[in-house]
C-alpha cells in the first residue's frame, strides 16, 4: 500500500469516526442502558462495559472502512495476462500505438485468445514475456 493510499485510509477513518462518533455514542448509550435493564431484571452481570461496546463498535466500521478500500491481491507477474491498454501503459504509449505499431511486429510475444462460445476475444500476452521483451530492448553502453 502507498503512502499515499494509506493517508487516504487514514483520512477515511478520521472522518468516519468524527461524522458518526455523536450518533455512535448515543446508540451505545442506550444499548447499554437496555442491557443494564434487561441484566438487572434477570440479576445477571452485564457481559461488557459500555467502553468496550464503544471500542467493538469502532473497530467493526473500522474493519468495514478497509475492507471497502482493499484491493484484491496483486496477481504475480510470471501468471498475469495483460490486455493492450496494460500494456500501453507499461511501455508508456498509446493502447493505438501498441496494437497498430508495436504488437505487430514478429519479434513481439505471440498474443493468447481463449475461447468464446461466439466471438473472437481481444488479445492477451503473459506479462511476463512483455517485461523480457521491453527488456531486450534496452540500449547498450
Known sequence: MSDTEEER????????AADRRAATLRAIEVQAQM??????????PIVCSPTEIIEVDLIDKLALAISTHLKPPPIPLSVDLWDIGIIATFLKREPQVVRER?????????AIRLPTKNCRTQPLYKAKEIIEWAEKHQERN
Do not use: N
Open 9 to 16: 485510509l487514514i483520512a477515511a477513518f478520521r472522518s468516519l
Open 35 to 44: 442491557d443494564l435493564a434487561k441484566s438487572i431484571q434477570r440479576s445477571k
Open 102 to 110: 508495436i504488437a505487430c511486429m514478429p519479434s513481439f510475444p505471440r
